[in-house]
């Protein structure tokens, strides 16, 4: 069984990375609320099961993708429960066909292990990394996802994470597949 914290308000007293670190600094810069608990580690869609129970969200999928020449890269945010097709997210992006980044190339780019992809790693994630939503997840009006780990998993209402990525400068595509 799934080891879920009560749920908090608060940054982790202990980062157990820098991206963490960023992220809770980033959301406090910016006054933005949210809901969280600590777990063990949880990297699938069938471990969040349990953390969509408790956080009372739909916890999505983050995919980190790149093309084949590893030069462009994609964090992809969609529902945890829609089958992915790199054929119909590089059809709808109209670019070539891309492929599940490497575990090494997440970690040194995003700052976060297999499993903790998030958009919130926008705050640490360089130029040639595209963000793109879903427009099913766009819709939705709370966003569960992790923390850039995986063992803390947060929710808060999705205008505030657009808010998160324009205090940073990021912008975003949103498409249907």
């Known amino acids: ?12 007293a202990v980062f157990k990375s820098v991206l963490q670190q960023k992220v809770y600094e980033k959301l406090e810069e910016n ?3 949210f809901q969280r608990v600590d777990t063990d580690e949880a990297i699938t869609m ?4 349990a953390i969509d129970l408790a956080l009372d969200v739909e916890i999505v999928k983050t995919l980190f993708l790149c093309n084949r020449k590893k030069t462009d890269f994609y964090i992809f ?11 119909d ?9 891309v492929s599940f ?9 995003l ?21 793109v939503f879903d427009e099913d997840v ?3 009006p709370l966003f569960g996802g992790n923390d850039g780990t995986t063992t803390c998993y947060m929710k808060m209402p999705m205008d505030d994470v657009f808010k998160y990525l324009r205090s940073l400068g990021k912008t975003w595509q949103t498409i249907k597949v």
Do not use: Q
């Not at 069938?46 to 099961?49: G, I, N, P, S």
């Not at 945010?77 to 054929?87: A, C, E, L, R, W």
């Not at 700052?111 to 963000?131: D, E, K």
């Open 101 to 109: 980044a490497p575990a090494e190339m997440m970690l040194s780019m």
């Open 89 to 97: 997210f590089s059809h709808a992006l109209g670019i070539a066909r």
């Open 138 to 140: 766009v819709g939705m």
């Open 77 to 87: 945010v969609t529902k945890g429960d829609k089958p992915f097709s790199t054929k």
């Open 46 to 49: 069938e471990d969040c099961a």
């Open 1 to 12: 069984m799934l080891y879920i914290s009560e749920i908090k308000t608060s940054a982790p």
């Open 31 to 33: 006054g933005i609320a």
């Open 111 to 131: 700052g976060s292990p297999v499993g903790g992809a998030t958009v919130l790693s926008a705050v640490t994630a360089p130029a040639n990394v595209s963000i």
